[in-house]
C-alpha cells in the first residue's frame, strides 16, 4: 500500500477572507496524454454545446500536473474529466444543474440568495467578471482521478455527482468503505503535495491561482477569466 493511503485527509480550515487580485501573465499550456496521464475530457462527450475538446491549464498548473505525475506509484496514471472551460459552457452547467442541484438537496424552499450559494459549491454562479471569475474560466483548475492497472480507482461517486458524498473527506467521517477513502487519500496527498489545492465540495476538483486558491492560502488571486476559446487559443504556447 502506498504511504499516503494511511494518511488522512485533513478537515479543510476556515477560509481567507477574498483579497484583492494580483493579476501576472501566465500563458494556456495545451496538456497532452502520455503513459501517466490519460484526457477524457466530459463536458463535449456529453452533448454540451459549448464544451471545449482541448486541454488546457496556466503553464503553473501545467508544471504542478507534471510533478504530481512524478508522483504517482507505478503502473497509476490520472484521468481528467476537464480543465479550462470557456464561459459559454459555465453557462450551460449551471442551468443545466440548478435544478438538480435544488431537488437533490432540497433548496425549494430557500431563497433565491441561499439556493445560490449552496449551488456554487458545485458550479461556479456564471458572472460575467473576469476580475473575479468562475474557476475553471481562469485555467488554474483541474478535474481528475486516478486509474491504475485495473481501471478507475472507487472514489465513491461519479463524476459531477451532487451528493454530500462527493465531500473530499466524506469517507473520513461517514462511512466504513476504506478503499474509497484511501484512494481519495492518495489523490489527495498527490495533488497538495504538487502544490495545488482542493475544493473541499468535490473530491476531484484541484486547482491554483484562482479564488478559491486564494481563499484556501490568503494568497490573492492570480489568473483573471479567459472567457472565450479565441482568447485561450491566443495564449497557448
Not at 76 to 105: H, M, S
Not at 131 to 156: C, K, R, S
Not at 161 to 189: I, P, S
Request: hydrophobic share 40%; glycine share 6%.
Amino acid at each position: 500500500m502506498d504511504e499516503r493511503m494511511n494518511r488522512p485527509i485533513p478537515v479543510p480550515g476556515q477560509l481567507f477572507a477574498e483579497s484583492e487580485p494580483q493579476f501576472c501573465d501566465s500563458p494556456l499550456v495545451r496538456i497532452v496524454p502520455d503513459d501517466r496521464l490519460e484526457i477524457h475530457m466530459m463536458y463535449p462527450a456529453l452533448g454540451m454545446r459549448s464544451g471545449y475538446h482541448d486541454c488546457l491549464l496556466r503553464k503553473e498548473a501545467a508544471d504542478m500536473l507534471e510533478t504530481a505525475k512524478a508522483l504517482l506509484p507505478e503502473g497509476f496514471r490520472f484521468v481528467i474529466w476537464d480543465a479550462w472551460r470557456p464561459f459559454a459552457l459555465q453557462q450551460e452547467l449551471y442551468t443545466y444543474y440548478r435544478d438538480v442541484i435544488i431537488e437533490e438537496f432540497h433548496l425549494a424552499g430557500k431563497s433565491a440568495a441561499e439556493q445560490a450559494e449552496f449551488i456554487s459549491q458545485f458550479v461556479a454562479d456564471p458572472v460575467a467578471d473576469r476580475t473575479y471569475p468562475p474557476a475553471h474560466t481562469t485555467g488554474g483548475a483541474v478535474d481528475l482521478t486516478i486509474a491504475g492497472p485495473d481501471g478507475l480507482l472507487a472514489m465513491g461517486t461519479e463524476f459531477d455527482a451532487f451528493t454530500d458524498r462527493t465531500e473530499t473527506v466524506w469517507f473520513e467521517q461517514n462511512d466504513t468503505d476504506e478503499t474509497v477513502r484511501d484512494n481519495r487519500r492518495l489523490l489527495y496527498h498527490i495533488m497538495t503535495e504538487a502544490g495545488f489545492t482542493n475544493l473541499a465540495s468535490e473530491w476531484w476538483h484541484y486547482e491554483t491561482g484562482d479564488r478559491n486558491w486564494s481563499k484556501v492560502t490568503g494568497r490573492p488571486a492570480c489568473y483573471a477569466g479567459i472567457f472565450t476559446p479565441e482568447e485561450a487559443e491566443s495564449m497557448i504556447i
